[in-house]
């Protein structure tokens, strides 16, 4: 949607049969009487009508019809976005301030079980989208979504799922058949049918630097290669190993090496789960299935791999015995092994939540600030959940990020009567917790245009206070040299303990405002022993350090409103930030939502990628020798240079298929 000034009809954006006129001069004068209408944000029915005439008998009848008229406009707007939900009957106070017992409410309602952890892709998310919409909608703010609603959809993948799985193999005039309980493939597994004659590869693991070579002397070209899980204790920890023993790491060996499937044999005395989705929508190149080790011996027998296999598969120093050094399989074809393994990633759609509040000089090309949280949490677990339990538990998220959820919704009925120069925009994003994705399709396609955004605030767990510290983490600080004076400023009154951190990368959705250019503040209160487990919840968060919290952002986001111009500076990272797990460093900031493929958002300053000549979606294609089609194999193909060397970099960028070069460095 474009951007749209006081002054323009609200009713291009909202689709309402009734009552147009009313709804247009609502929409112009922000609503001014919704206030007195629900002082207690009650559900928006007649009844509200019913409760404001009784209490309220002179007002003239002419008025009365429009307030009725806006109940049944309110109600209309949100079944006009395709709402159905049933929205609780939040006690919330009647004031304009942001006060800890609104917070508390937003967040009670968020972080209840009633929404189920709020998880990305599931019905119970869109509870709280609708939720927020409707607080949007009740503080007068304008639709900033998709086709004038407050919503903007996007597809996610939330998971995937298998049937159909077979894995079998014929010796000697017999044959056998696995079942489910003995393999399954992998969640990231390429899905198609493979066959081949069995190869053992030890660990699967080709680290040359570290002289270790688990493929020498086998020709695994259209076999299945069996590998064991992990890699022997005697190897450094910290070097390329670790990576190239993760099973993606192992498939893109066995995929170089010219294999027709991979399978890994689980530990001694584990058996098969259901199928676990990490996160990542990239898929292997070629089939790649766990195995049991009582399944794998059974095979590796028949295959008459030699060599002691009893207790062989499990941990420790005593691992790197003969089976480690891939010992082949008999080479004279009698034995094939066929499967087919089926996997579908699961597609959702998903809501970023959004409205805008026009400035007060507003001609409809001013600078609109970005105010943000991400709404989402992992619903009942899974990636990304630090919980180890057995029994399911939904995981609330009431920091993270209910508190910042409310925060942004007390900002924006704030601002209702505290009107900036410069517009705000109020997000609430989904699917941050599977990778920033929902800021990231909003910078990509943005509603309004992207390049009014002066800065963006991000408000990510900001409910836990420390009240013996008052410890506030804030980020961002080098991505504008106006944000130090501004931060320290109005600490004054507040007294937190601030840690200001320069980068405006981080784990949360600023970044993806910052790798397009834009000055960023992100505000958290710290981790604690809750942080992504079942006992995130509402009653652990201190309501009234999160309101001094959240009234310091107000203050920062009027006096940043003042300012004339807001600069942005990219932040050059020390030493100590390149954390990496590799020797050599590149600096590319991978593009997380994208799934066909390496997909960068931008290079760190002064990095060999800015060097190189790499930019903001870039799609990786060749890393010196290593074919990239997923950041799985760029870790791989990482691992596998030195600081130092020049290697030649293939690009994709639009039609453009150009090559670079990138001297590394040392990380
Ligand atoms: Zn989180």
């Known amino acids: 949607m474009q951007y749209c000034g006081v002054f323009c009809s609200s009713t291009a954006n909202i689709s309402i049969s ?387 959820t409310a925060g942004v919704l007390e900002l924006a009925q704030y601002f209702t009567a505290n009107p900036t120069r410069h517009s705000l925009l109020f997000m609430a994003f989904s699917g941050e917790e599977m990778g920033l994705l929902g800021s990231g399709h909003w910078v990509n396609e943005p509603t309004i245009e992207r390049s009014r955004v002066r800065a963006m605030y991000n408000l990510d767990m900001i409910g836990r206070l420390p009240v013996a510290t008052r410890r506030l983490n804030v980020q961002g600080i080098g991505t504008s040299p106006v944000w130090k004076e501004l931060v320290n400023k109005f600490n004054d009154a507040e007294n937190f303990d601030l840690a200001l951190i320069e980068d405006g990368h981080g784990s949360s959705d600023h970044s993806s405002f910052y790798s397009k250019d834009i000055p960023v503040l992100f505000f958290f209160t710290g981790l604690h022993t809750d942080y992504h487990r079942p006992s995130d919840d509402a009653h652990k968060l201190d309501y009234k350090g999160q309101e001094e919290v959240v009234r310091y952002i107000a203050e920062i986001v009027e006096a940043s409103d003042a300012l004339e111009s807001i600069p942005f500076t990219r932040v050059k990272k020390t030493e100590k930030q390149k954390v990496s797990r590799f020797n050599v460093y590149v600096g590319t900031i991978p593009d997380y939502g994208y799934s066909e493929g390496f997909k960068i958002t931008g290079t760190s300053p002064g990095s060999p990628a800015e060097e190189a000549g790499m930019q903001d979606g870039d799609i990786l294609l060749l890393f010196g020798t290593t074919e990239i089609s997923s950041i799985y194999d760029y870790m791989t193909a990482l691992s596998r240079h030195k600081p130092g060397e020049e290697v030649p970099v293939v690009v994709r960028r639009g039609e453009d298929e150009i090559t670079l070069t990138v001297k590394l460095v040392s990380k």
């Open 18 to 404: 009734r009552s147009n006129a009313s709804v247009r001069t609502v929409f112009v004068q922000r609503l001014p009487w919704m206030r007195i209408l629900t002082p207690h944000g009650n559900r928006m029915t007649s009844r509200g009508v019913v409760y404001y005439r009784t209490l309220n008998k002179d007002i003239d009848d002419m008025k009365t019809t429009i307030y009725a008229l806006v109940f049944v406009a309110l109600g209309s707007a949100l079944q006009a976005q395709g709402s159905t939900a049933v929205l609780p009957n939040i006690n919330l106070d009647a004031s304009l301030e942001v006060t800890a017992a609104d917070l508390r409410a937003h967040v009670e309602w968020l972080a209840s079980d009633e929404l189920e952890g709020r998880g990305t892709g599931t019905p119970s998310i869109d509870l709280a989208a609708e939720y927020i919409a409707r607080e949007f909608l009740r503080y007068g703010l304008q639709p900033a979504g998709d086709n004038g609603t407050f919503f903007q959809t996007f597809d996610v993948i939330t998971g995937a799922q298998s049937s159909g799985n077979s894995l079998a193999w014929q010796s000697g005039g017999e044959s056998t058949t696995l079942d489910s309980t003995q393999f399954m493939p992998y969640a990231f597994s390429a899905s198609g049918s493979f066959t081949g004659t069995p190869v053992y590869a030890g660990y699967g693991i080709v680290a040359t630097g570290e002289d270790i070579d688990d493929y020498a002397g086998l020709s695994v070209e259209g076999r299945v290669v069996i590998v064991r899980s992990g890699y022997p204790d005697d190897v450094n920890p910290h070097g390329s190993v670790p990576v190239l023993a993760s099973v993606r790491g192992k498939e893109v060996t066995a995929r170089e090496k010219g294999a027709s499937a991979l399978l890994v044999i689980m530990e001694e005395g584990k058996s098969i789960s259901g199928l676990k989705y990490d996160g990542s929508p990239a898929r292997t190149g070629i089939p790649v299935g766990r195995i049991t080790a009582a399944a794998a011996r059974r095979l590796l027998t028949a295959a008459g791999v030699e060599g002691k296999i009893d207790g062989e598969f499990k941990k420790g120093p005593a691992a790197r015995g003969p089976m480690a050094k891939g010992i082949p399989a008999r080479e004279s074809g009698s034995m094939e092994v066929q499967g087919r393994f089926n996997v579908d990633l699961i597609r959702k759609q998903t809501r970023n939540v959004l409205a805008l509040l026009p400035g007060s000089n507003s001609d409809g090309a001013e600078g609109v600030f970005v105010i943000g949280g991400h709404y989402d949490h992992l619903g009942w677990g899974g990636h990304g959940s630090l919980y180890r339990g057995e029994i399911p538990m939904i995981h609330n998220g009431a920091d993270d990020n209910a508190s910042g």
